[in-house]
């Protein structure tokens, strides 16, 4: 018994002298941060001349040098993160002269070294650094150190870096193709790195739809939102027929997104797909493409097996004026089943907006909308839809 006391004391004492050698080594990792946020600060101000002479001198057939005399390694981090700044912020010319300055002052190539550093933390800065300085020269470096380094931030940080710095598209592609194959749900991040690149984007992401890889134009077809894509429309076209679940589906939003000229046939194709995300792409555009002629597919898409197609089929419903929401009112009324409890909901928040409408096209609307209410409804006010239809039901699942 006395022993086990003695065991029980030795192990407190361990974890007080733990906690206090961690408490201690808090203390100096913020005593040092703040010591290199005060040299950041004063080396900032003592290079404060340089750095108007570099800002003025950007647009001038000058070549920008570093400031005379020895630097010291924080002076050179200063000097050089206030570049990385500009980089971000010029384009052009004044971007080149600056990019150009990082490589004649060696910091590109002290960071190219810093890649072999047996610390990670030292890796990590060095991968950053490079990225920022669009340093095209460490791109083989970069990424051999992504091929050996298992996934996780530092794979992302890396991969930002070569779409920073590659020049060729090949570069880019390999990246991306090294990124899939961690086998994780991460096109739309690798489509945020693809649009960091200085190739011409338009021309990379038609290369990467027509790529064999269907993940590589996934990731095209994400990057591809927000995007003018007219001139992809036809590619698109194709790749609505895909084999792919996931390519499919993207390429029918994007499609749609585009307000083609949608034939009968077509529109019916889509909202029959044997897949819920290419459905319900299809139903939420229909609304915004304003196809009043698709009204009899939307409301056939409310008895639909899957929540998101029949829910984005209310939507659009609800946009294309009288007629869509007498059809909503039609199904809750005669209804049976989710399809009725969708079209319920629906016109519930449709009819909680009463007051809401401040223009006088959005008050009429409202008023035909509640002509075409108390007609299938009645002029009970007090009573909600939910009366109305007498059951319950979760209208948000």
């Not at 095209?220 to 698109?236: C, D, E, K, R």
């Not at 009645?378 to 699942?397: C, E, N, P």
């Amino acid at each position: 018994m006395f022993s086990n006391l003695e065991m029980a004391y030795v192990f407190i004492y361990v974890c007080l002298g733990l906690i206090a050698a961690g408490i201690i080594l808090l203390f100096q990792m913020k005593i040092k941060h703040n010591a290199e946020q005060r040299d950041m600060e004063r080396f900032t101000k003592k290079h404060h001349d340089y750095f108007m002479y570099v800002q003025s001198h950007l647009h001038d057939d000058v070549t920008l040098e570093l400031p005379p005399g020895k630097l010291t390694s924080a002076e050179r981090r200063v000097i050089q993160a206030k570049c990385m700044e500009w980089i971000e912020q010029f384009k052009g010319d004044a971007r080149e002269k600056l990019l150009q300055l990082c490589r004649d002052a060696g910091f590109v190539e002290e960071d190219i070294r810093a890649l072999s550093s047996l610390r990670k933390d030292r890796r990590i800065e060095a991968v950053y650094r490079l990225g920022g300085m669009r340093a095209e020269e460490a791109v083989p470096q970069l990424q051999e150190l992504m091929n050996r380094t298992k996934y996780g931030p530092m794979t992302i940080i890396i991969a930002r870096a070569i779409a920073k710095s590659a020049l060729q598209s090949q570069q880019i592609r390999e990246m991306l193709a090294k990124l899939l194959s961690y086998d994780k749900a991460i096109h739309h991040m690798a489509a945020d790195i693809l649009l960091e690149t200085r190739l011409d984007s338009a021309s990379l992401m038609r290369k990467l739809l027509d790529d064999p890889d269907p993940g590589l134009v996934k990731i095209s077809l994400v990057a591809m939102w927000g995007q003018a894509i007219p001139a992809f429309v036809p590619t698109l076209d194709r790749l609505v027929g895909s084999e792919e679940k996931d390519v499919r589906a993207e390429a029918v939003k994007l499609y749609l997104s585009s307000n083609p000229s949608l034939k009968d046939d077509t529109i019916a194709q889509l909202m029959n797909d044997h897949e819920w995300e290419v459905r319900a792409a299809a139903a939420k555009a229909l609304g915004s493409l304003h196809a009043a002629g698709s009204i009899p597919l939307l409301a056939s898409a409310l008895k639909d097996e899957n929540w998101h197609v029949r829910n984005n089929s209310a939507e659009s419903l609800a946009m294309l004026g009288e007629q869509g929401f007498e059809t909503l009112c039609q199904a809750a009324l005669t209804g049976e089943g989710p399809a009725r409890e969708t079209a319920l909901y629906r016109i519930e928040q449709i009819m909680s907006k009463e007051g809401e409408h401040e223009q006088v096209e959005q008050m009429v609307a409202f008023n035909k909308r509640k002509l075409v209410y108390d007609r299938y409804f009645g002029l009970q006010t007090s009573k909600r839809i939910g009366t109305v239809a007498g059951v319950g039901g979760d209208y948000t699942a």
